[in-house]
Structures are given as C-alpha cells and as structure tokens.
C-alpha cells in the first residue's frame, strides 16, 4: 500500500464522522469552506501538541511501558488537556469568531471538525509508524475518543459564545475536564454496553427455556427416572440417586455421578 492508500485508511473513519454529525445541524448548516477549514486547522493542532507532549515527557513508546500508573498519569495530566487546548484554539481563534457562529449547535459541529482532524492526522502518523492494520483498533476507539473529548468543551462554548448562558470559567472547566469527563463516558458507555449485550445473548439463547435435568437408573427396575424424582414412575419404588450414573437428558450419554456437564453434548446437567 502506497502513501495515498495510508493517507485513505487514516482519514476515512474521521471524515464519515464528521459526515454524520453535519446531518445534524438541520436547521442552520455551517458554510462548508469553514468546515473545511477547521478541519485542517485540527490536523495542524496536532504539530504544537506533539511538540509540547514531547518536551514535557519525551517520546512515549507504547511498546515500552512498564509503569502503567505512571503512563496512565501523563495521559491524564498532559496529553489530554494539551491535545484538547490545542484542539480548542482552533475553535475559539477562528470559527468562534466568525458570524456563522451564531447557535449552541455551532460548537458542538466545529469541535467535532477539529477533533476529527486532529485525529485524523494523529492516525496517519500511527499508519505510517505501525502499518494499515493499527486503524482496527484507532478507528472504532481513539478516533471517537476524539468527538466525545471535543463535544465536551464544544457544547459549554457553544451554550457560552450564542446565549452567555454559561460563564466563561464553565468553559475553561470543561476544557480541562473533557479528557478525563470524556474518558469516563466512554468507560460507562461501554459498560452499559457490555451489560446489555449479556442481557440480550441471555434473552436469545435457544436454550432459555430448556433445562436437561439427567437421567439415573432406578434400582429396583433398572427404568430411567429423572434426576430430580423422589419415585419411580415405573414400580413406585424409593429413588436412590447417589452415586449411580447420570444420563444425559439432552442427549442420553452416560455421564459420571459427579458429572457438571455432558461430555456427549457440552449441556449442564442440573440435579436440583
């Protein structure tokens, strides 16, 4: 894959985001000129930020981390609110001012232009440093990553420069809080995520309803009786079901007393 191939793999997941969320803004859209240019602004912020991230704490390899608090800390205390700023700077030194900023919307759609391009760039220098294959991992996550940290001090701007509903110093709060605001967003959202999708493989199990209760042999008749029976259903004789062999009632395998689960078909046998 040549350098355009990367520059496509880098740029497309930043570019559809930035597609959706256009769709959006119904009721007043932005002047595609200064989308544009907000966008390219953000992939410019990333040049100051890496030079600022890398006076403070030198070239951080990920392959070379062993002090995960550590690296967890200069995320949170540096490269975080120096990405945001930079990506913030962007949005308050030109679109901001601009008369097309005139709604809560506005804030919300230029620092999602100037998050996606932050990250779009961000993600061809990774391209170039690991190959195409590292997108599987930075397109579903740190390119989102991005819009949420942004749509954080996005939304207090907007609210802020078109109504003065917020103070200014709610907007220098939710600069600094985006990383760490946005970082726990995305923790909780997917783990709501997570849980709901354990919710739904519970609910179209194709075994929700069936439960395989084993089979023992009766002692008086030899007959197969359920696990769970005080009686044969044959001779009425007392069920015994201590250690005698347990039949699958899935699949009728013979299993041992001790058995958990078939070894014919892989079901749980339930003794109670």
Not at 139 to 151: I, K
Request: charge should be positive.
């Amino acid at each position: 894959m040549g350098a355009a191939g990367f520059v496509l793999v880098a740029f497309t997941p930043g570019l559809f985001w930035l597609w959706f969320f256009l769709r959006q803004d119904v009721y007043r859209p932005e002047p595609r000129r200064l989308i544009a240019l907000t966008f390219a602004l953000g992939c410019l912020s990333t040049i100051p930020a890496g030079a600022i991230n890398t006076t403070f704490l030198g070239d951080l390899d990920p392959e070379q981390i062993t002090d995960i608090a550590g690296f967890a800390a200069a995320m949170l205390l540096v490269v975080g609110p120096v990405e945001e700023f930079c990506k913030f700077a962007v949005v308050r030194l030109k679109p901001y001012r601009s008369l097309y900023f005139d709604e809560p919307m506005d804030g919300l759609v230029y620092a999602a232009a100037a998050s996606l391009g932050f990250a779009s760039l961000e993600n061809l220098f990774y391209v170039f440093q690991f190959g195409p294959e590292v997108m599987i991992v930075r397109a579903p996550l740190s390119t989102v990553a991005h819009l949420v940290f942004g749509s954080i001090w996005g939304y207090a701007l907007g609210v802020h420069g078109t109504s003065g509903y917020t103070k200014a110093g709610m907007v220098a709060a939710s600069l600094l809080l985006a990383f760490p605001l946005g970082a726990l967003a995305l923790v909780i959202g997917g783990g709501i995520w997570t849980f709901r999708r354990f919710k739904w493989g519970r609910r179209v199990s194709p075994f929700r309803y069936r439960r395989n209760y084993p089979q023992v042999e009766c002692r008086a008749c030899d007959r197969l009786i359920r696990v769970t029976s005080q009686y044969c259903r044959f001779c009425g004789a007392t069920a015994v079901v201590e250690s005698r062999q347990l039949f699958c009632g899935n699949c009728g395998n013979q299993n041992r007393p001790d058995a958990g689960f078939c070894t014919g078909c892989g079901d749980q046998l339930l003794l109670a």
